[in-house]
């Protein structure tokens, strides 16, 4: 069998070397999928296959999936002009493209296939190859079919090759086709090779043998000095190709974006599914949405539903489009700011993440935390109910990449997703509160007792709990199993209140505290109502002016105390009006430095102010210094037919320094 084996090899070789002895020029693979042409003309020198530019470099097609996942369930089609394809020459004569004048190596597309058809459709000496994905056994599997066999179904499964392989069209060493997976070789009908080199000398014809193997020898040209190739993907398939060479001199990354479907095709990227849950959310697991789109994206939604009276209804609805942002978690309904879909041309990939801990959800599109908070459902302290969960649907203009929609653990080493909790302490930078805004602290407790506690501080000035000359707490809430102390305080000042309130239900597990900053009309005074899990518990009357507040701490007694679920809500008062306007500068003021206000008084105006303050917003006695007042008080019982009234300016500088001066405002 070797001897008749290297026989067929020398009349390869030598065929190559009449028909293909060209000098060897150095190439680079040739993209045949993603492109603005669907016909391929590549020009290719036979005797290259001879002197390889690197031992494991052939002829061949290279297939490949995007790493972050994709399918080609209804395939990419390659037609070709087919070398063994017998061609009328007269009325007695036939040959093939190989010039050999014998029906021994003549053939043709089988009968029925229906691949055979569509390549014959373009031009009546193509044949085809397939390359299509389909799930097995809970997995996805790549196959492999050809229009020279009878039955259509009659695929190759190729073995291992989860998402690229490579066709070889033969090597310096075989005339016959195989298959690479990971750099090991795959032969898929070696059976009816060797039956083949049995029977060739006794005059076997070579269509009672085809198969796979005979690829190489009817791809590849003997006449022509080019390979000709016709591109069908469809719109599903987001697989690639590459027309490979010996000569070629690198290997090549995949594209920065995954692509699919043919040139010159609008593709309809349309999802609509609903996915069966069968249990397999729990706390600290996450849903990847992997999806490719385009320019022609509107919206994306995707809802968890539960099953009520026999009617699904979502648990949680999220919708994005280019023009924001929304979500609906019983019973809120929450508009994320400055959130919608990525703009571009062309094709893209989004990655989305739903993420369930013990108490919230979060929503990640590609790498970033939606809204930057989690979001936490009324009752959010009984858990996500996940035994209601039922199916997941999924809506939008893309194709998902990744179907069924893997469900996996949060993995802390390569952080797919990072839960928002903080131990034992949080500090955040929140200035500009006023009053109408609240405050929602989700804590989960550890064990409370008398010499355990955890501490909520609105700070200002500082991140600290405490500093002996710097800054001042304006509310600090440290509670205990059997007691909560309320205390405002500024550490260089001898004022200090403190009120004690004793506690009935706070021990150990997940709370939620609240405060809101509220303003008493009936006393004209500002305060802080704490409750807790929607409960008032007491008042507290403010000390320090809320706009002084700009940290925010939550720590604990000693590790292990105190976690913060999500970052502390802050709900904005619904009328946030303001009669002061107040800019915080940059630097410090120097000499020669000019301060320009461009101000529009109204007729009614009686006065105003202008302040140079130190740490402070606002002139108080408590808190700051007013370095500079221009108090501005109009008296308009004096006014006359040439001026309105007059202007009294105070200049008071380190208090009780003070200069007055009147002006006149004439017309």
Known sequence: MNAKCNFIKSIVCFLALLHA???????????????????HTIPVALLDQCFPYKESKTFGIEFRLPRTGGSCD???IICYTGSLATRTVDNVHTMNGMTVNSELFNVNNAVNNSLGKYCAGLNVSWHGIKVHTEKSNGKSIIKLSTSLLEDEEQSFEIPDAERQFIIHFGNKNVFFAYITVKGQRVDLDVEKVEQYMELASKGAHLKDFVGFWTLGLDILPWMDHEVKLHVNRSCSCSMEAWFIRPTDLEDFADPDMPTSGSAGVNCPKNTDINVPLNKTLQANHMILIRMLTD??????????LTLKSGIEAP?????????????CYRPFDSVLENVHLPEGNGSRQIDFIIALTEYSYGIMMNKSLLGGQEFYPANWKNGLAFNEMTS???????????????????NYVQENYKPQIFHDLFIKSEPDLLIGDTLTFRIKAHNLRDDRHFTISLLHNRPLEEHPTIGATALRMRVWHNQTELTSFIEHHDTQTNETYNNTSINTGAMEFRIELFHNQSSDSNGYAIFKDGKWLYDFAEHLPVWAIDYIRVSGSEKGVVDLLGVP????????????????????????????????????TTSFAILLLHESL?????????????????????ATDDCNGTVQCKSR???????????SACN
């Open 315 to 327: 648990l949680m609805a999220f919708i994005i489009s280019k023009s924001g942002a929304g979500i």
């Open 653 to 663: 500088l380190h208090t009780p320094n003070e200069v007055k001066f009147v002006i």
């Open 21 to 39: 002895a060209q000098p060897q020029e150095k190439t680079n693979p040739t993209r045949l999928t993603g492109q603005s042409i669907n016909n």
């Open 74 to 76: 209804d395939g990419l």
């Open 392 to 410: 997941l649907r999924v809506r939008g203009q893309f194709l998902l990449l990744k179907n069924p929609l893997p469900v996996m653990a949060f």
């Open 618 to 638: 606002k002139e108080t006695t408590k808190i700051g210094d007013a370095v500079l007042k221009l108090e501005f008080n109009f008296n308009h019982s004096q």
């Open 295 to 304: 320019e022609q994206i509107q919206n994306v939604s995707f809802e968890i």
């Open 569 to 604: 809500f802050i709900g904005k008062a619904r009328s946030r009006k303001r009669a002061n306007f107040t800019r915080k500068l940059n630097t410090l003021l120097n000499y020669d430095d000019k301060i320009v206000i461009n101000a529009q008084i109204k007729k009614t």
